[in-house]
């Protein structure tokens, strides 16, 4: 009876949908990891802006890194009936269970950030970044900057065995693939941090000919970037013209070390996952077009020449 | 003299351990050993590694203390975590350096007495009652910084972490600094050998007029002190507060340091120069491993074995083993002496 109910709504929903109202109807369940980084508190920040730009109503769920609170933070979003939900998987594994609850409901779900392990039908779509693609255009961008020079290049690797380490060292390698004057002679993990990234910076310097050799570092994210910077100077060296600096994920603190020229490129993992999820379900529900099972967000890449004080400024309130 | 040679002895195995180290390492990088002049300051794999022994030798010398009362301090990695937290918000405040430095040392010193309560007056397990720190510490700490890596601009705080002293580098000051002045004040007074009392057995202590809760207290108070200075050393060197990980994990490095420097985790003697040792022996493996140009999945791996090697050769079996060839050896020349002049 009650499933009848809610069967009756979602038709009822779907009406009013198809019968031309627009998205500004629509209320949107939001179930977050948590907050356990300055990223991912700027995606919560905008999330929230995207979807008051678009009229959505957000209900919002902050789950502190535990499955369990998302899959009880799911059901309510079900049991009040929302149109769509948007997950930030904490773990791959899982879901299949509330997400056929959220499918007999008709309720789309869209990943944002992760993926998981469940058939590809439960949910609407993924919106993820690539983090080979963001090696890649790293990569990319120092090959065209050193042209034919030889290049003798350090990486600073994130925490060892995690997938973002060996995926941005995996698409690093693919970008300086074709240009055989550009080396990597040392690799070590830096922990994602800024502490172990100046530690580690300092020893490279000191193990190839007090850093004079080295003609480049990259990072797989800003923390360790920012530290390397420090370690270049203490030695007595120019970060960002004796050394370039490129590093991965265009965190606020990079865009003030480019303004200064300490640092010359980063690839942006942007916080705007939901803007491309919120696209995809207006398509989805006035049109019932499908999306792709995997929409892939933009890796910007950002230079000296793209106003960095102006982006800092931009995403300094966005909760990093 | 004789005490010279005594000390030496006792630090021995330490000693060793450190000098094949650093041996071995300069053979798989050359100019590992080599310290030059740059910039008006000694530059060098050497001077790295007493700078980036800083954090953890200043935890070595109030964990030599809080072990020796027969204890535990799981905690002071939060407490560095903490402090930073403070420091850096003090200075984005604008608040002067005395101030901030004084600040930062007080909540350090309050963190300690919290565990010496739970430790001394509630009897709680030592291992138990700074585990609740350890872990409400980085909240507290998220909480200070509000959960973003916390950033300042200030040269004279982070000449702390990164400046230098005609030539040498400030960190190696602060914590052969407060290394001397703990070690003073526990060898030039009594207090030393009354925590060695307490720790080996607080009632019998206690029963002999040791007030073995005061010294427990103050243990854990300059256990305290010391990661508080760690925490401004560590916040200094990267001019920012990340509550996440700065001091992550190396409250154990901290206990390694002490084990490897042969101080009984069942409390009692002490001795706080092989505990720094020990420090030292750490760091050079790290930054051993950092320019040995190893790929990074061998880092813990290379540790944990040279770890193994230095603690078996400690140990009191291969002690005995290696005292029973010495006086088997002496008996065989004492036996063949006696036989020649019996011919």
Same mark, same amino acid.
């Given at each position: 009876?009650?499933?009848?109910?809610?069967?009756? $709504?979602?038709?009822?929903?779907? +009406?009013?949908?198809?019968?031309?109202?627009?998205?500004?109807?629509?209320?949107?369940?939001?179930?977050?990891?948590?907050?356990?980084?300055?990223?991912? +508190?700027?995606?919560? =920040?905008?999330?929230?802006?995207?979807?008051?730009?678009?009229?959505?109503?957000?209900?919002?769920?902050?789950?502190?890194?535990?499955?369990?609170?998302?899959? /009880?933070?799911?059901?309510?979003?079900?049991?009040?009936?929302?149109?769509?939900?948007?997950?930030?998987?904490?773990?791959?594994?899982?879901?299949?269970?509330?997400?056929?609850?959220?499918?007999?409901?008709?309720?789309?779900?869209?990943?944002?950030?992760?993926?998981?392990?469940?058939?590809?039908?439960?949910?609407?779509?993924?919106?993820?970044?690539?983090?080979?693609?963001?090696?890649?255009?790293?990569?990319?961008?120092?090959?065209?900057?050193?042209?034919?020079?030889?290049?003798?290049?350090?990486?600073?690797?994130? =925490?060892?065995?995690?997938?973002? @380490?060996?995926?941005?060292?995996?698409?690093?390698?693919?970008?300086?693939?074709?240009?055989?004057?550009?080396?990597?002679?040392?690799?070590?993990?830096?922990?994602?941090?800024?502490?172990?990234?100046?530690?580690?910076?300092?020893?490279?310097? /000191? $193990?190839?000919?007090?850093?004079?050799?080295?003609?480049?570092?990259? +990072?797989?994210?800003?923390?360790?970037?920012?530290?390397?910077?420090?370690?270049?100077?203490?030695?007595?060296?120019?970060?960002?013209?004796?050394?370039?600096?490129?590093?991965?994920? $265009?965190?606020?603190?990079?865009?003030?070390?480019? @303004?200064?020229?300490?640092?010359?490129? =980063?690839?942006?993992?942007?916080?705007?996952?939901?803007?491309?999820?919120?696209?995809?379900?207006?398509?989805?529900?006035?049109?019932?077009?499908?999306?792709?099972?995997?929409?892939?967000?933009?890796?910007?890449?950002? =230079?000296?020449?793209?106003?960095?004080?102006?982006?800092?400024?931009?995403?300094?309130?966005?909760?990093? | 003299?004789?005490?010279?040679?005594?000390?030496?002895?006792?630090?021995?195995?330490?000693?060793?351990?450190?000098?094949?180290?650093?041996?071995?390492?300069?053979?798989?990088?050359?100019?590992?050993?080599?310290?030059?002049?740059?910039?008006?300051?000694?530059?060098?794999?050497?001077?790295?590694?007493?700078?980036?022994?800083?954090?953890?030798?200043?935890?070595?010398?109030?964990?030599?203390?809080?072990?020796?009362?027969?204890?535990?301090?799981?905690?002071?990695?939060?407490?560095?975590?903490?402090?930073? %937290?403070?420091?850096?918000? &003090?200075?984005?405040?604008?608040?002067?350096?005395?101030?901030?430095? %004084?600040?930062?040392?007080?909540?350090?010193?309050?963190?300690?007495?919290?565990?010496?309560?739970?430790?001394?007056?509630?009897?709680?397990? #030592?291992?138990?009652?700074?585990?609740? !720190?350890?872990?409400?510490?980085?909240?507290?700490?998220?909480?200070?910084?509000?959960?973003?890596?916390?950033?300042?601009?200030?040269?004279?705080?982070?000449?702390?972490?990164?400046?230098?002293?005609?030539?040498?580098?400030?960190?190696?000051?602060?914590?052969?600094?407060?290394?001397?002045?703990?070690?003073?004040?526990?060898?030039?007074?009594?207090?030393?050998?009354?925590?060695?009392?307490?720790?080996?057995?607080?009632? %019998?202590?206690?029963?002999?007029?040791?007030?073995?809760?005061?010294?427990?207290?103050?243990?854990?108070?300059?256990?305290?002190?010391?990661?508080?200075?760690?925490?401004? *050393?560590?916040?200094?060197?990267?001019?920012? %507060?990340?509550?996440?990980?700065?001091?992550?994990?190396?409250?154990?490095?901290?206990?390694?340091?002490?084990?490897?420097?042969?101080?009984?985790?069942?409390?009692?003697?002490?001795?706080?120069?092989?505990?720094?040792?020990?420090?030292?022996?750490?760091?050079?493996?790290?930054?051993?491993?950092?320019?040995?140009?190893? #790929?990074?999945?061998?880092?813990?791996?290379?540790?944990?074995?040279? *770890?193994?090697?230095?603690?078996? !050769?400690?140990?009191?079996?291969?002690?005995?083993?290696?005292?029973?060839?010495?006086?088997?050896?002496?008996?065989?020349? &004492?036996?063949?002496?006696?036989?020649?002049?019996?011919?």
């Amino acid at each position: 009876m009650k499933k009848a109910l809610v069967a009756a $709504a979602a038709a009822a929903i779907f +009406a009013t949908l198809s019968s031309g109202v627009s998205a500004q109807s629509l209320t949107v369940g939001f179930s977050q990891i948590g907050s356990e980084s300055g990223w991912r +508190a700027a995606e919560t =920040t905008v999330t929230k802006q995207e979807a008051e730009k678009r009229g959505v109503t957000l209900k919002f769920a902050d789950a502190q890194q535990k499955q369990e609170n998302q899959i /009880k933070a799911i059901r309510g979003f079900i049991a009040q009936g929302v149109d769509a939900i948007l997950i930030a998987p904490v773990v791959a594994t899982g879901w299949d269970a509330v997400l056929k609850e959220a499918k007999e409901e008709n309720i789309p779900v869209i990943l944002l950030d992760r993926e998981i392990e469940s058939p590809k039908d439960l949910y609407l779509t993924a919106v993820t970044s690539d983090q080979v693609f963001e090696g890649k255009v790293a990569g990319e961008w120092l090959a065209k900057e050193v042209g034919s020079k030889d290049c003798k290049v350090v990486e600073l690797q994130g =925490t060892t065995g995690s997938s973002p @380490a060996i995926n941005r060292k995996k698409g690093f390698e693919e970008g300086i693939k074709a240009a055989t004057n550009i080396k990597i002679v040392r690799s070590q993990t830096g922990d994602f941090t800024r502490t172990k990234g100046k530690e580690v910076m300092e020893s490279f310097i /000191k $193990a190839e000919g007090g850093g004079k050799d080295i003609c480049a570092v990259y +990072a797989h994210n800003d923390d360790m970037a920012v530290g390397a910077i420090q370690a270049i100077k203490e030695a007595g060296l120019k970060p960002g013209t004796d050394i370039k600096v490129v590093s991965i994920d $265009a965190v606020p603190d990079i865009f003030q070390a480019m @303004a200064k020229g300490e640092a010359n490129a =980063t690839v942006e993992l942007t916080p705007n996952m939901a803007g491309p999820a919120f696209d995809a379900l207006d398509a989805y529900l006035k049109d019932k077009k499908e999306p792709k099972k995997w929409i892939q967000t933009e890796s910007k890449l950002y =230079t000296q020449a793209d106003d960095p004080m102006k982006v800092y400024e931009a995403k300094k309130g966005l909760g990093y | 003299m004789h005490v010279i040679t005594r000390r030496l002895r006792r630090l021995a195995p330490q000693l060793i351990a450190l000098a094949i180290i650093l041996g071995v390492i300069s053979l798989v990088a050359p100019g590992f050993l080599t310290v030059s002049v740059q910039n008006g300051r000694l530059y060098g794999s050497l001077i790295d590694i007493l700078v980036r022994a800083a954090p953890v030798a200043l935890l070595t010398v109030g964990m030599t203390l809080v072990i020796a009362t027969r204890g535990i301090d799981l905690s002071i990695g939060a407490v560095i975590a903490i402090c930073g %937290a403070v420091a850096a918000s &003090l200075i984005t405040e604008g608040y002067s350096l005395p101030v901030v430095i %004084a600040i930062s040392l007080g909540v350090g010193i309050a963190c300690g007495l919290w565990n010496g309560v739970l430790v001394a007056i509630l009897d709680i397990q #030592p291992i138990i009652a700074t585990l609740i !720190l350890m872990v409400a510490g980085r909240g507290i700490a998220q909480l200070i910084t509000e959960g973003v890596i916390l950033t300042f601009n200030d040269d004279t705080f982070s000449a702390l972490g990164s400046g230098a002293f005609a030539g040498i580098p400030i960190p190696i000051y602060l914590w052969l600094g407060t290394a001397l002045i703990v070690g003073l004040l526990m060898r030039r007074t009594a207090l030393g050998f009354l925590i060695e009392a307490t720790g080996i057995n607080r009632r %019998a202590a206690s029963l002999a007029g040791v007030r073995a809760r005061f010294l427990i207290f103050a243990a854990y108070a300059i256990s305290g002190l010391c990661a508080a200075i760690a925490g401004m *050393i560590v916040t200094a060197d990267i001019r920012g %507060a990340d509550a996440n990980n700065a001091g992550l994990w190396l409250e154990l490095d901290a206990i390694l340091a002490v084990v490897v420097g042969g101080t009984s985790l069942n409390g009692g003697r002490f001795s706080i120069t092989a505990s720094l040792i020990g420090a030292l022996i750490i760091q050079s493996i790290n930054t051993g491993i950092l320019v040995s140009g190893f #790929p990074p999945e061998f880092n813990l791996i290379i540790k944990a074995g040279i *770890i193994i090697i230095v603690l078996t !050769l400690q140990s009191p079996a291969v002690m005995t083993l290696l005292g029973f060839m010495k006086f088997s050896r002496r008996r065989e020349t &004492l036996t063949h002496g006696t036989k020649e002049a019996t011919r």
